[in-house]
């Protein structure tokens, strides 16, 4: 099992570009995560997705878009990148959402 | 909405020194959990805590839960190399399906 998979590793975009951050998941967990975690400020969630077909916004949800496609994936899109998303971004998974969190190995994100 | 703060930000100490860091939420917590980072990795699992005064261990490492159900701790005995790594606390409200996490606790180790 590959546990929480995440594309791309690395990414530079200049401000206004858009991208999609892909997440998958194969431990068959039905709630998904999307943090970001900038220096000195631990883990901050996004957006996330208690089972296939819905979404909630976290602490910081300004600037992002999600989808979860399906039980196995679930996207983030920056539609406008701004260099305060400059970032390392790490998607989670877990079974229950009361249960410990997977993480997949994160995005170095840089927005010039 | 909930905060969770945890000290110390940074903490050295020589090979075989103890480590302590504490975590305390502004809310009481449904449970608490225990994460760590190794540098350039991600978030790895240690423990979840979820009865009020709940004390666990694994080998060098105790884990506290307070009676009041909103601070915890992570005390390593005799530490080493492998220990190094940033400390995350995550607390879970009632009702509530997101994890907070505290700031984390950045150890390094003096060899």
């Known amino acids: 099992n590959a546990g929480v998979t995440q594309t791309p590793k690395f990414q530079v975009l200049k401000t206004g570009q858009s991208m999609t951050l892909q997440c998958a998941q194969d431990?068959?967990?039905?709630?998904m995560y999307w943090y970001r975690q900038d220096p000195g400020m631990g883990l901050r969630l996004i957006y996330y997705?208690?089972?296939?077909?819905?979404?909630d916004k976290g602490e910081v949800p300004n600037g992002y878009n999600v989808s979860r496609l399906n039980k196995r994936e679930f996207s983030l899109r920056l539609e406008s990148a701004a260099p305060s998303q400059t970032s390392v971004y790490f998607c989670?998974?877990?079974?229950?959402?009361?249960?410990?969190?997977?993480f997949g190995p994160g995005t170095r994100l840089t927005v010039l | 909405g909930q905060q969770v703060m945890q000290i110390p930000q940074y903490q050295h100490v020589q090979e075989g020194e103890d480590f302590t860091t504490y975590c305390n939420s502004s809310?009481?917590?449904?449970?608490i959990q225990w994460y760590k980072q190794r540098p350039g990795g991600h978030p790895v699992f240690l423990i979840q805590?979820?009865?009020?005064?709940e004390v666990k261990k694994q080998k060098r490492l105790t884990f506290q839960f307070g009676e009041a159900k909103k601070n915890s701790s992570l005390h390593i005995t005799a530490t080493q190399t492998t220990d190094v790594g940033t400390y995350f606390c995550?607390?879970?409200?009632?009702?509530?399906?997101?994890?907070?996490f505290g700031t984390g606790t950045r150890l390094t180790i003096i060899p």
């Open positions: 989670a998974s877990s079974e229950a959402h009361r249960g410990e969190q997977f």
């Open positions: 431990m068959n967990h039905n709630s």
């Open positions: 997705s208690a089972s296939e077909g819905t979404t």
């Open positions: 809310t009481t917590l449904s449970n």
């Open positions: 805590l979820v009865k009020s005064g």
């Open positions: 995550a607390g879970q409200d009632f009702g509530n399906e997101k994890l907070t």
